[in-house]
């Protein structure tokens, strides 16, 4: 007797403003991880923002907007998985209270909420991927971006699977928590603080002695590479998702 083939889940991925824009391998690597831990993977084409900039600028107009419009195109899909802590932290936090109240879209929202996972976290306890097949001969280091680590509890999960890269030696920079001074619109509101904070950041950096630095949002990495660069370090900058998938080959961020 034939046995049933068993559907996998399917994951709906956020690829985020950045990937799209500057760093698309990252959405690739994303899609690669995602397949290797047994789900099928589509990218609507009807996503947008997530609306943190708007939302944190305090547009709840146009946030709204985007977030029922993101509601919509993902709410087909078992998962909803983004390569940032930042924006899976907006969509799976702060959508049920955005959209408190409205007949229509509460529900919803706390349903697509309830589906959203940041794709290391997906990974590691969603799925139980415990290792990956990639090598990197390089000593790293890591950094947890603040919403990441405060709204999405994200912290050993990415060092878990770095542990499994073949090559990799993981140095942990002093204070690898602190924020790096992106925040968002706050690097462009506050220039001179953000300039401060970043700075503090990159000498940790280079304390640590790694020669690749590591995060999970594309926001906070091309923030410290930009600071790394105009410092003149040759500290290498990546998403891990591209370490983790062993799509290493492309230009670090913000160039060599």
């Not at 926001?219 to 660069?229: E, I, R």
Request: hydrophobic share 40%.
């Amino acid at each position: 007797m034939t046995q049933p083939i068993e559907k996998k889940p399917s994951v709906g991925l956020f690829v985020t403003c950045l990937v799209d824009l500057f760093r698309p391998t990252v959405g690739f690597a994303a899609i690669k991880l995602i397949e290797d831990a047994g789900c099928t993977v589509e990218v609507p084409r009807a996503q947008t923002c997530c609306g943190q900039p708007a939302y944190n600028s305090g547009d709840r107009a146009d946030t709204r907007a985007i977030a029922e419009n993101t509601i919509e195109a993902f709410e087909g899909f078992d998962y909803v998985v983004a390569p940032s802590g930042s924006c899976a932290g907006m969509l799976k936090k702060h959508y049920p209270g955005l959209l408190k109240g409205d007949a229509k879209w509460e529900a919803r929202a706390r349903a697509f909420s309830a589906k959203v996972h940041e794709l290391v976290s997906f990974l590691v306890d969603v799925r139980g991927m415990r290792g990956v097949d990639a090598r990197l001969d390089a000593a790293v280091t890591y950094h947890d971006s603040c919403s990441g680590l405060r709204e999405l509890d994200i912290k050993q999960q990415p060092r878990a699977l770095l542990a499994s890269v073949a090559g990799v030696k993981l140095v942990e920079m002093q204070d690898p928590d602190v924020c790096c001074g992106f925040g968002g619109t706050f690097c462009v509101k506050y220039p001179d603080i953000s300039n401060s904070i970043v700075e503090t950041k990159t000498r940790s950096i280079a304390a640590s002695g790694a020669s690749t630095l590591l995060a999970g949002d594309l926001g906070c990495l091309m923030n410290m590479a930009g600071k790394l660069k105009r410092e003149g370090s040759k500290v290498e900058v990546r998403h891990v998702a591209e370490v983790l998938a062993g799509m290493t080959q492309t230009p670090p961020i913000g160039g060599r």
